[in-house]
Each structure stands twice: as structure tokens, then as C-alpha cells.
């Protein structure tokens, strides 16, 4: 059983068309469907029904709607930025929609062309009529192949595909006259015939074949300016709107026809489908089966009205609706400021009142509010944290870098210059040994037996730009040399107390970054035990401590240093050790 039913992946969903509605679904962060639909004109306006016109007619609807359709998924699924006042959606949208189409342009017509001349001209091959074309030909699909492949690597764009994937299965599933269940979706195909990846295979073969087709008749009359690229360019640019006609037409005759010497050609839209589909989970199937149904029953049923996105609300406004969720044993009232900051991009002193919020924006936010209100620390609902004035990464795999830690930093640069060697050990974020890189240009080396931790701390430094050295190293295991400088903030706090701290502490943070063993001493001891392999005679040893191991941690060092000295944080509170 055929269906006209077509769809579109966007962003967290899947768009299913029919012949009188349109719902776009999509999953938000907190794991809901939203639905979106639309009822489409019941008579097609003339230019949509003739052959060839139609074809562009089409491919130009697809190109805007395609553009709509994808910002409404994103305000749900990818909330980076928010209108804090109204602006012209409909102008960015138009200029997105032709900076699109001069792309494609550009990487399939003009680069083709140009690198073909450049290819003929250094080989003295110009003269060979049949070589420009079939060397535009070869360009043009390696260029298609090689774009489709590059962008599959991109994270976003490789669930896209997914979902593209579950749309194509869930069509399949209807045409086979099964149940719409995801078990059923789950067996069927994920190629389908009616693919705008065909559509485009079939816009590069038909171009090569007119191509072909204009040299031959050029030549044949004589016109041999055919040849130069500043003719032939401008007639290649002519003849888009005949081919996206023709393969619009190619692409209806192949979904109604199993027609053996038609079998090819749907044989190779399907291999460039391997590229821009994948196999969906279940949740992108469940996504894709709800757009499909609420299609089916708004064409069966005209009287069904439209359902949209709720509309965006005041700030204001929306502060009263999370003040129900928001539990201040668990979070601070600062707290959704700094939430709506960070969701919102926008510093925290410019939030106003009279700020829109759009929907999408509204169940991040709200998403998060949950999260803190259960105990989950803001930096790991956030993701980050600042520390000296940058920004870092934090995960359940690092400790939250602490203002008392910026104390500690503060000491490192003191004592660190750009021909200093500098090693971090029981590193983390990073925190520490990256900053001390961006202040003094020191050689810096950041060590932790956590590899996790080291992930994060890699990504740190990769996103502040410091060149930092790593070494996965329990302490000095495979530390290896001798440096001006080290620094270290071990786990201190003793294995019993863990359990009484504070529960966004010993829920939340790494144990393995807090437990320093019965008396919270053990790591200071291989420490003494074993600096004095790994600093150099004029060295300096920085300690971050507990707030009372300072005398305790004070003795371990005496014994090995000319110089021991215990500073005290903002709270008067014994918290870092400097050995000299």
C-alpha cells in the first residue's frame, strides 16, 4: 500500500507531510514528544501540478519550509541562543535559505567547472571535447560523496541522519500494512525510494548527461566558446531549475514503478542513502511513528485543529511558574539566575523582566531547576564553572574547582615565569596547571591516575588555548624529571567523614578525588616520600589542604625543606602549604 505521506529530520525529530497537514515532532530534554502541525491548502496552486515547473516549484517550498521547520525543532532540541527582543526571524531565515542555495551552487556547479579548466589547462588537454565533461562529471560526485561523508562525522548531524532513518523505517512499516509499532518499525527498511538523497544523486547524473548533451550540440553547430568557463559557466547556472524539474520526475517515476530496467537507478539512490541514514533507537522510532500517525488522522479528518509550540512568556512570568519546583534546601535563589544565564546567553546583570523566553528555552531551564532542586551541584547541572577568571569544564568525573583553589593557583603564578617547569599533579579540570599556562607561559605538565578526569582536563585546555603536557600517573608513578615548581591538590578528606559531608559533595563529587585515607594524610606522605626526586634544589612545593592538617602537614615537610609555610583562605582557615 502506497502512501503520498513524505517526511524531513531535523534536529531531536522528524517532519511527516501529507496531502492536507504537516506535524513536526521532537523530543525535548526531558525526554517529552512535542507536536507541532499545520493544516496545509486543500487546492494546489496551478505551477505545483505541471510536470518539470512542479519539480522546481517544489524543491524551492522544501528549501523554505525545510528552513522553518528545522529552527522550530531546534528551539526545542538546541537552545544556544535567545531573542531578548523581537527581531526580523523572517529576513534570517530568507538569508539562510539563499546562503544555502549559493552553497550548493558554488560546491556543485562553479567548483566542478573551475578546477576542470584549471585540470585542462596545466595538461594541455582543452582540446579533448569529450575529457570536460566527464572530468566535471567525476568532480561532481566525489564532491557529493566526499560532503556527505564529512558531515556524518559532525555529532548533531549523525543523529539527524538517525532520525532520517526512523522516518524512512516508519513510512516503510505503513506501505507494508503493519502496525505502527516501534517492534515493527525496528524490521523495515530504512531506504526508500521517494529519498531526497536520490533526489540529489539524480540532479548530478542528469547534469552530467545535459552536459554532455550541450558539448555535443555546441560543437556540432560550431560553437566551441563552449569551452571557456565564463561561457560555460553561466549556461551550467541556467540549466539547475530544468534538471531539479527533471529529477523531481524521475524521483515520482521510480516510487510508482518496480520496473526492471528502472531497478539501477533506484539501486543507486539507496547506496547514498547508506550515507545520510542510520539505524534509529527506539525513542527516535517512537518520535517518528507519532508525526506519522498525527498526519494520518489529520487527512482523514479536516475538523482536527492545528497544534502548536506554547508561545513565549515573560521572564517574569516564567520565574512565577518554576517558584513550585524550586527547593531552597537544596539550591540557592541565585541559583536560577545563573541557570537562566547560561541557557539563556546572556550575563546575569542583563537579565530583565520584559525578556521573552522562548518554549525550547523554557524546558531547558526548567530541566535544570529540577536537577538542582534534587541536590545536583549547578556547576554539574551546567557543565561548567569559573575559576580565575576562565571558564571550565566539570563533570561527575572531576571535583568542582573550589575559590580557595584560585588561592592556591595565586601562589603557583607567584612563584612561576615563563622558563619555569611546572608539574600539576592530581590535576582534575585542569584548572591550576592551565591557568598557570595562560598567565606565565610556564612549561606545564597536568598528571592524574584518572583518565576520565584527564579527558576533561584536555578539554580545557583545548578550549582556554593553553599548551598543556598529560600524563595518566598514580602520583609520581610515571612522572619522569625534575621541575621548578609543583603543585598539588589531593584527595585530604579522611575515609570516615565522607559520609557526613554535605550531600551535593558526597553524592556528587568523584570519591576517588575526595578520599585521602584514615587520617586524610596518606597522599601528603607520598608526597614527602618522594619530592625529592622531582624537584629541582631552588624548587617550590604548593599544597592545597583540609582547613585542619595544616600543623599535621606542616611536620611531614619540615624535615625536608628550609622553608614551610601555612597560609590561610577568605575564612581565616588554614588551606595551603608552601615549601621552599
Same mark, same amino acid.
Given at each position: 500500500m502506497k502512501t503520498k505521506i513524505g517526511g524531513q529530520a531535523v534536529l531531536e525529530g522528524v517532519m511527516m507531510r501529507g496531502a492536507t497537514s504537516m506535524a513536526l515532532c521532537v523530543r525535548d530534554e526531558n525526554g517529552t514528544i512535542r507536536t507541532d502541525t499545520?493544516?496545509?491548502p486543500l487546492k494546489k496552486p496551478w505551477y505545483r501540478k505541471v510536470p518539470i515547473i512542479r &519539480? $522546481?516549484?517544489n524543491l524551492i517550498f522544501s528549501l523554505v519550509s525545510g528552513m522553518k521547520i528545522t529552527m522550530k525543532s531546534a528551539e526545542i532540541a538546541l537552545e544556544d541562543e535567545v531573542q531578548t527582543e523581537d527581531q526580523g526571524m523572517g529576513g534570517f531565515m530568507t538569508l539562510a535559505?539563499?546562503? &544555502? $542555495?549559493?552553497?550548493a551552487v558554488a560546491l556543485f556547479t562553479v567548483l566542478p567547472t573551475l578546477l576542470t579548466n584549471l585540470f585542462l589547462t596545466l595538461t594541455g588537454w582543452q582540446d579533448i571535447q569529450?575529457?570536460?565533461?566527464l572530468c566535471e562529471g567525476i568532480l561532481k560526485v566525489v564532491i557529493l560523496i566526499g560532503y556527505m561523508l564529512g558531515i556524518s562525522f559532525m555529532g548533531e548531524i549523525n543523529r539527524v541522519f538517525m532520525y532520517h532513518g526512523a522516518e524512512h523505517k516508519t513510512i516503510a512499516c505503513y506501505e507494508a500494512e503493519l502496525p505502527l509499532t516501534v517492534e515493527n518499525v525496528k524490521k523495515c527498511s530504512r531506504f526508500h525510494d521517494r529519498c531526497g538523497t536520490s533526489f540529489l544523486v539524480f540532479v548530478v547524473l542528469l547534469s552530467i548527461i545535459v552536459s554532455v548533451g550541450i558539448d555535443a550540440i555546441c560543437y556540432a553547430v560550431g560553437f566551441e566558446q563552449i569551452a571557456v568557463w565564463y561561457v560555460r559557466l553561466p549556461i551550467k547556472l541556467a540549466s539547475i531549475p530544468i534538471l531539479a524539474g527533471l529529477s523531481y520526475e524521475m524521483i515520482m517515476l521510480l516510487s510508482c514503478t518496480n520496473f526492471i530496467l528502472f531497478r539501477p537507478l533506484k539501486w543507486l539512490g539507496k547506496q547514498f542513502q547508506r550515507i545520510t541514514t542510520r539505524e534509529p533507537d527506539d525513542g527516535m522510532m517512537e518520535v517518528a511513528i507519532c508525526a506519522f500517525n498525527k498526519v494520518l488522522e489529520m487527512d482523514a479528518d479536516l475538523t482536527i485543529p492545528e497544534e502548536h509550540f506554547p508561545e513565549p512568556i515573560l521572564l517574569h512570568q516564567f520565574k512565577k511558574q518554576l517558584e513550585p519546583l524550586m527547593d531552597y534546601n537544596n539550591m540557592e535563589r541565585c541559583d536560577l539566575d545563573w541557570i537562566l544565564s547560561a541557557v539563556l546567553g546572556v550575563e546575569r546583570s542583563k537579565l530583565k523582566d520584559d525578556m521573552k523566553i522562548p518554549f525550547g528555552w523554557q524546558v531547558r531551564v526548567e530541566s535544570y531547576v529540577r536537577r538542582c532542586a534534587k541536590g545536583e551541584p549547578l556547576q554539574h547541572v551546567l557543565g561548567n564553572t569559573d575559576f580565575y577568571g576562565k571558564v571550565f569544564c566539570v563533570t561527575k568525573d572531576t571535583l568542582i574547582p573550589r575559590f580557595e583553589t584560585e588561592l592556591v593557583c595565586e601562589q603557583v603564578i607567584k612563584h612561576t615565569n615563563e622558563k619555569s617547569k611546572v608539574l600539576d599533579l592530581?590535576?582534575?579540570?585542569?584548572?591550576?596547571?592551565i591557568t598557570v599556562k595562560l598567565f606565565t607561559n610556564a612549561n606545564v605538565v597536568c598528571?592524574?591516575?584518572?583518565k576520565p578526569a584527564l579527558k576533561v582536563a584536555k578539554f580545557n585546555a583545548k578550549k582556554n588555548k593553553a599548551d598543556v603536557s598529560f600524563v595518566c600517573s598514580d602520583m609520581f608513578e610515571k612522572i619522569k624529571g625534575k621541575f621548578d615548581v609543583v603543585v598539588c591538590n589531593p584527595p585530604y578528606i579522611a575515609t570516615d567523614v565522607i559520609e557526613t559531608l554535605d550531600a551535593k559533595v558526597k553524592d556528587y563529587e568523584p570519591k576517588l578525588a575526595l578520599d585521602g585515607g584514615k587520617d586524610g594524610l596518606d597522599f601528603y606522605r607520598i608526597l614527602a616520600h618522594n619530592i625529592k626526586d622531582h624537584l629541582t634544589e631552588k624548587g617550590v612545593l604548593i599544597l592545597e589542604i583540609g582547613f585542619d592538617q595544616g600543623e599535621a602537614v606542616k611536620q611531614l615537610f619540615q624535615p625536608l625543606f628550609q622553608s614551610v609555610e601555612v597560609k590561610k583562605d577568605y575564612s581565616q582557615k588554614d588551606r595551603i602549604v608552601i615549601c621552599k
Open positions: 499545520q493544516r496545509l &519539480g $522546481v516549484a535559505v539563499v546562503l &544555502g $542555495v549559493v552553497l569529450w575529457l570536460r565533461s592530581c590535576c582534575g579540570t585542569g584548572c591550576i596547571g598528571a592524574d591516575v584518572s
